[in-house]
């Protein structure tokens, strides 16, 4: 014979070119029927003695074979480790019975599964009933779209906190996950509000729906203690920032009399011939905002941003028209029909209410202002995502808004 036979290749080809072994099917059948048996029947150490041989011949058994173990094993209630392990690391049909159906898998059994197997196992390992916080986020490290897509549709799965915020962070640049994100009940306006800034249109609507709540019941909690914050003279740093999110005023007094400007709407006026840095900064501080929270809103291309700014702060409807013009962006397409975006900006400003606005607004100045010292920002510019954990909850909404932007 031209090949030897100690080839592993010509070996294997041999081995499939064998008619099945009837009495390795039936042995392999039996030794099955005995680790299934119930603890009256069959004892913690004869059940080992047998699994053992068990995995010994399924490791030259065929796929079929070894996928008719898997589903006798998948109901059991007490399997075998050693035995569970090899399945889980065989081929992902092999291994689906006891992914998808066994019920009595721990972590550590799919932990090691997700590290040592494929994208496939890892996405049966996303559909199956009751997947834990520790699990998901060894599937969301993975960062493989499909795996997380299921993962999100699983509505049995539990997602961690940090899970979220690293789905939230991976949309950035892929936005095929949004729209099962946005459905998962883990979902916070930490983060979505940061997701707005690169969600689509649609994505967008949905969370100025959904996460633009009222701050009705902070008002009710906290306002007999605006009063006792004046007496002292607004000393405390953390009690003023905290009552600045939850007061109804938007526009900032105080900045008003420092202006050029006679109000909000003179300097939004002044803005529609042409925005400069120096009137963007002033509408900011007439907002109540800071420039860096301004300068977001202003580079949006979508348009809401601009329908928040203006319904949270009192502004006419055609203020939106106005910083349109003072940003140099068309009204119309070049068939002269509406721009898309200023229309939906307009839809924005129609639907959202007064209170529901500044809360957006205000957790965007929140995130994207007061948090940012200069480990965060450098963390933004050296991709520190390893240090995440360091920051707070603004802090981090920041670093995923403003990484883009510092050259990530």
Not at 19 to 36: E, F, G, K, M
Not at 172 to 190: H, I
Not at 218 to 221: E, K, N, S
């Given at each position: 014979m031209s090949q030897p036979a100690e080839d592993p290749g010509f070996a294997?080809?041999?081995?499939?070119?064998?008619?099945?072994?009837?009495?390795?099917?039936?042995?392999?059948?039996?030794?099955?029927?005995?680790?299934?048996l119930p603890s009256s029947r069959v004892n913690a150490f004869e059940r080992a003695m047998t699994a053992d041989l068990l995995v010994e011949m399924l490791r030259e058994a065929s796929v079929a074979e070894r996928t008719k173990v898997s589903?006798?094993?998948?109901?059991?209630?007490?399997?075998?480790?050693?035995?569970?392990?090899?399945?889980?690391?065989d081929e992902a049909d092999v291994a689906e019975p006891l992914l998808v159906d066994c019920p009595t898998l721990n972590d550590a059994d799919l932990l090691d599964c997700i590290r040592r197997t494929t994208l496939e196992h890892r996405r049966l390992v996303a559909i199956r009933r009751g997947v834990s916080e520790v699990v998901s986020d060894a599937l969301i490290e993975m960062e493989e779209i499909p795996v997380i897509d299921c993962l999100l549709r699983n509505n049995l799965a539990r997602l961690s906190h940090s899970g979220v915020e690293a789905i939230v962070a991976s949309t950035?640049?892929?936005?095929?996950?949004?729209?099962?994100?946005?459905?998962?009940?883990?979902?916070?306006?930490?983060h979505a509000y940061v997701l707005f800034w690169w969600a689509d249109a649609e994505a967008r609507r949905t969370i100025l729906q959904r996460f633009a709540v009222s701050r009705e019941i902070?008002?009710?909690?906290a306002g007999d203690i605006f009063a006792l914050a004046a007496e002292e003279g607004w000393q405390d740093p953390l009690s003023r920032k905290a009552l600045q999110f939850i007061e109804r005023r938007q526009r900032n007094r105080a900045a008003l009399k420092k202006s050029h400007f006679d109000s909000l709407e003179d300097a939004v006026a002044a803005a529609q011939t042409g925005m400069t840095r120096e009137t963007?900064?002033?509408?900011?501080?007439?907002?109540?905002?800071?420039?860096?929270?301004?300068a977001k809103i202003f580079t949006d291309q979508g348009g809401e941003a601009l329908a928040?700014?203006?319904?949270?702060?009192?502004l006419p409807r055609a203020a939106i028209r106005a910083l349109w013009r003072g940003l140099r962006r068309e009204e119309t397409d070049a068939s002269g029909a509406p721009n898309a975006a200023l229309e939906r900006a307009i839809i924005a400003y129609d639907?959202?209410?007064?209170?529901?606005?500044?809360?957006?607004?205000?957790?965007?100045?929140?995130?994207?202002?007061?948090?940012?010292?200069?480990?965060?920002?450098?963390?933004?510019?050296?991709?520190?995502?390893?240090?995440?954990d360091e920051y707070?909850?603004?802090?981090?909404?920041?670093?995923?808004?403003?990484?883009?932007?510092?050259?990530r």
């Open positions: 294997a080809s041999l081995e499939a070119q064998r008619p099945p072994s009837r009495a390795r099917s039936i042995l392999l059948r039996r030794l099955a029927d005995v680790v299934c589903r006798r094993l998948a109901n059991l209630m007490e399997a075998p480790p050693g035995l569970v392990r090899l399945l889980l690391r950035r640049g892929d936005g095929r996950l949004v729209p099962a994100l946005l459905k998962r009940p883990e979902l916070r306006p930490a902070l008002h009710d909690a963007a900064e002033e509408i900011s501080y007439l907002a109540g905002l800071k420039p860096t929270t301004g928040v700014l203006c319904k949270a702060t009192g639907t959202i209410a007064v209170d529901r606005a500044q809360t957006v607004l205000r957790y965007w100045n929140w995130s994207l202002s007061s948090a940012l010292t200069p480990a965060l920002l450098r963390a933004i510019r050296e991709g520190d995502d390893h240090a995440i707070s909850v603004p802090q981090r909404a920041a670093m995923l808004a403003l990484s883009k932007e510092f050259g």
